[in-house]
Structures are given as structure tokens and as C-alpha cells.
């Protein structure tokens, strides 16, 4: 399944229990692996031209709009491009992207104010930066404001 070279149309599947892996070649080929579908195929019409489509493909496309907008809004300030060898980084990188994408969601949600991804993601390392600056200057922790508070 994994080097064989489909044609526009052509589908792979295999199943296992309630396992199906299938193979489908569109414009490019397309890997899933769902335990809900399986390799079920519907005709369908796009742009005048009918093809047979995986059943778990329509699903997919009809229901993938959050899964999308996540990557839309997570690709232009992704962290952690380059490779790392410790895989305990790599998951800590991995995890902070959503996290941080997610807490900026909340935050617009919250307070009402629309402000910009990146200028969210600015403020907690300019927070950070002046926590590092303060303590390089030896002002102790009473001296310094209590909180850095997210503004829009």
C-alpha cells in the first residue's frame, strides 16, 4: 500500500477488526485511517466532472473547518523549526503552539478585544524579557509591578 502508485480515481483500502486503511488518489494520493468508516466510496460531481470519493474523504471535508482554521492560524508563527534531537523539547515546542494559539482564542473570546495573533504572542516575551532585565539589574521581586497583564 505504501509504494503502490495509484491513478486519479483509484482506491486502496485494507481492514482489520474495526480498522480501515485506505489510499485514495485525487489530484494527489490522500492516506486515512478511520475505525468509523469504511471503504465506501459516493458519487459525487465537482465542477461538472462525477468521481467516486471515500465516504470518510466527504466527511472529512464537510466537517474539518476548526482542524483547518487551527492550522491556518498556527502556521504563520510556528515554534520550533528547526530539528531537535531531545524529543522531550520537541514535544514541549509542539504542545506550546496550540496552547498558545488556543489561550488567544479564549482571550478574544473573554475581554471583546480584537487584537492581532502576533501582537498576543509579543506580550508574554516582552513580559518575559523584562522579568530577565529586572533580575540582571539585582531588583528583587517586591520591587517589581505584581502581574504582567495581557492588553489590547
Not at 502508485?5 to 492516506?31: F, Q, S, Y
Not at 461538472?48 to 483547518?68: A, F, Q, S
Request: hydrophobic content about 35%; aromatic content about 8%; glycine content about 6%.
Amino acid at each position: 500500500m505504501k509504494d503502490k502508485k495509484l491513478e486519479e480515481g483509484e482506491i486502496i483500502a485494507r481492514h482489520l477488526g474495526p480498522v480501515t486503511v485506505l489510499k485514495w488518489c485525487d489530484k494527489r494520493n490522500v492516506k486515512m485511517v478511520s475505525t468509523y468508516h469504511s471503504a465506501d466510496t459516493q458519487r459525487v460531481s465537482n465542477q461538472g466532472k462525477k468521481t467516486e470519493k471515500p465516504l470518510c474523504m466527504i466527511d472529512y471535508n464537510h466537517n474539518m473547518g476548526g482542524v483547518n482554521l487551527k492550522e491556518q492560524l498556527l502556521h504563520m508563527y510556528m515554534i520550533g523549526r528547526k530539528k531537535m534531537t531531545k524529543w522531550y523539547i520537541r514535544l514541549f515546542k509542539r504542545l506550546l503552539n496550540p496552547t498558545v494559539l488556543n489561550s488567544f482564542v479564549i482571550y478574544r473570546q473573554v475581554t471583546g478585544i480584537n487584537i492581532q495573533q502576533l501582537s498576543y504572542r509579543i506580550q508574554p516575551v516582552e513580559g518575559l524579557f523584562k522579568i530577565y532585565v529586572l533580575r540582571r539589574r539585582g531588583v528583587h521581586r517586591d520591587e517589581r509591578h505584581p502581574t504582567t497583564r495581557f492588553h489590547g
